[in-house]
């Protein structure tokens, strides 16, 4: 059930940003709040692929 820190330091804001999103957006762009959520996973898996990297370094 629980993750790691960086995955509420970012899911929190993702998920805030893409509700607001997804009730100020008209109708037809509405969908692009999904991408939101998209971006979050991508942010989360580059910062996880960067920390593990610079764990190895050390």
């Known amino acids: 059930m629980y993750r790691d ?3 509420w330091i970012l ?3 993702f998920l805030v940003i ?3 999103l997804a009730f100020t957006l008209p ?3 509405r ?3 999904v991408l939101v959520m998209l971006v979050f996973w991508v ?3 580059i910062w996880d692929y960067f ?3 610079s764990n ?3």
Request: glycine share 0%; charged share 30%.
């Open 51 to 53: 920390e593990k990297k």
């Open 27 to 29: 109708q037809t762009l």
């Open 11 to 13: 899911v929190l804001p």
């Open 43 to 45: 942010v989360y898996y």
């Open 18 to 20: 893409a509700v607001i």
């Open 5 to 7: 820190k960086k995955y």
């Open 56 to 58: 190895k370094k050390s």
């Open 31 to 33: 969908p692009l709040a």
